[in-house]
C-alpha cells in the first residue's frame, strides 16, 4: 500500500509493533525514581543488549589486565518496564538509552552516556585498550565511529523491518540488507590481513563491533544468518570467534541478562560469575 504523509505528523501510541510501548516522541523523566548505588565507584546501568554489552565487556577485560579500580556495579534497566524513563536515570542519561555510567571515584560524580562515549572514556580512564596518541589512536576511534555511525542501520534498520516490524515490506528490508552486507564486506576486507580490526592490538574498536556483528554472524541475530549469507564472510567469522573465546568477553556477555541459563542479572563483584 502506498502511503501519502500528512501535512503534519500525529504519534500514533500504538504505531511500532514490539516496542510500540517504549518509544514516544518527547524526551524526559515519565515517573520519579532514584537509581540504586553499589559499593564501587564505577556504577553502571545497563541491559544486556549489544550496546550494553560492550560496557560490561570492556571493565571485564580492564579487571582481568589487574585495572582493580575497574570493579564495577552493574544494575538491570528493564527497558520493557520503563525504567529508563524514571528521574533518576534521565539525570545520568537525558537520552533514556542504556548503557548510562556514573563515575563516583572523584570529588564529583561524572555521568557518561553513548556507549561510544563510555568506552572512550574508561580506556583513558585506566590507559588500556586505546593507543595513547598518532595513527593507532586515529584508526581505532575512526572504527568506534563506524559501528556508531553504522550498527543503526543493522538495529534499527534491517533487524526492526526484518524481526519485528508488525508487517514485511520488500522495500526496507531490500535497502538495509543490501547496507548490512556491505558493513559486513567493509569489515570482511579490513579483517583480511589484519588479526584485529586496527592490526595485532585488540581494542575497543574490536570490543565496540564485536556484539553487533559477531552476535550477525555467529548468533543468529535476527535470524538473519541464511538471509544475509554470513557465513562467506569468512575473515569476519574468525575474528568473532576469536574475540568470544576471550574470557573476559564471555563474562561480560552474561551482565544485565535474564533469560540465558547463565545470565547475571545484575553484577556486583567477581564473584557473582561463580
Not at 556491505?182 to 590481513?193: F, I
Amino acid at each position: 500500500m502506498s502511503y501519502t504523509p500528512p501535512k503534519v505528523w500525529v504519534w500514533n501510541k500504538d504505531n511500532g509493533g514490539r516496542f510500540a510501548n517504549i518509544n514516544r516522541p518527547i524526551a524526559g523523566a515519565t515517573h520519579e525514581k532514584e537509581l540504586p548505588r553499589g559499593r564501587h565507584p564505577l556504577q553502571l546501568y545497563s541491559l544486556g543488549t549489544p550496546n550494553g554489552i560492550k560496557v560490561t565487556i570492556l571493565l571485564e577485560e580492564l579487571l582481568a589486565l589487574g585495572h582493580s579500580k575497574a570493579e564495577y556495579d552493574a544494575w538491570y534497566i528493564d527497558i520493557g518496564a520503563g525504567d529508563q524513563f524514571g528521574s533518576g536515570f534521565v539525570e545520568v542519561n537525558p537520552n533514556s538509552k542504556i548503557p548510562a555510567l556514573l563515575d563516583l571515584s572523584g570529588d564529583l560524580p561524572v555521568r557518561v552516556f553513548e556507549s561510544g562515549a563510555i568506552l572512550t572514556y574508561l580506556a583513558e580512564k585506566f590507559g588500556a585498550f586505546l593507543p595513547e596518541r598518532g595513527a593507532g589512536r586515529a584508526e581505532c576511534l575512526s572504527w568506534l565511529f563506524w559501528q556508531v555511525g553504522s550498527t543503526p542501520y543493522l538495529g534499527g534498520g534491517f533487524g526492526h523491518f526484518f524481526a519485528y516490524a508488525p508487517e514485511k515490506w520488500q522495500y526496507p528490508i531490500d535497502r538495509f540488507a543490501m547496507e548490512v552486507k556491505r558493513q559486513l564486506d567493509v569489515l570482511d576486507r579490513q579483517l583480511a590481513e589484519r588479526r584485529y580490526l586496527c592490526g595485532d592490538s585488540y581494542s575497543i574498536a574490536d570490543i565496540a563491533v564485536f556484539p553487533w556483528y559477531g552476535a550477525l554472524v555467529l548468533q543468529d541475530l535476527y535470524g538473519a544468518s541464511e538471509f544475509l549469507e554470513v557465513a562467506s564472510y569468512r575473515h569476519v567469522v574468525r575474528w568473532a570467534k576469536e574475540i568470544s573465546e576471550r574470557p573476559a568477553v564471555k563474562r561480560g556477555m552474561r551482565v544485565n541478562r535474564s533469560k540465558e541459563p547463565d545470565a547475571l542479572r545484575e553484577r556486583h563483584a567477581a564473584s557473582d560469575f561463580d
